[in-house]
């Protein structure tokens, strides 16, 4: 069974950082992309970052430069390093891991809100 467990969600001041983590486990499968999608109170979820197996990595035009994706993959853990926020970062963010063969699955959702 496969578990995506999301961590670092917080409220944090307005040009501040966060860092999220979220390890997936449960799979013998590899992974093929992680992502970070958000959504906001009466918003549609969106896609904000993208990174392949290979290190290939994409961004919502929103986000780059302030935030970066990374993944560990001897860990299957994908990371989401968040600087220079601002409140129309907050949002509900969800890890998205889809595994070669057997789907696309995602974590609980952690919260990041950005006080001004």
């Known amino acids: 069974q496969v578990q995506l467990v999301e961590s670092g969600g917080g409220l944090v001041e307005a040009g501040g950082s966060l860092k999220l983590s979220c390890a997936a486990s449960?799979?013998?499968?590899?992974?093929?992309?992680m992502n970070w999608y958000r959504q906001a109170p009466g918003k549609q979820r969106e896609l904000v970052a993208t990174?392949?197996?290979?290190?290939?990595?994409n961004y919502a035009d929103s986000v780059k430069g302030r935030f970066t994706i990374s993944r560990d993959n001897t860990k299957n853990t994908v990371f989401l390093q968040m600087n220079r926020l601002t409140p129309e970062d907050t949002a509900a963010y969800y890890c998205?891991?889809?595994?070669?063969?057997?789907?696309?699955?995602w974590g609980q959702g952690t919260q990041v809100t950005v006080s001004s």
């Open positions: 998205n891991v889809v595994f070669q063969y057997s789907g696309s699955y």
């Open positions: 449960g799979s013998n499968f590899k992974i093929n992309s």
């Open positions: 990174i392949t197996k290979s290190g290939y990595t």
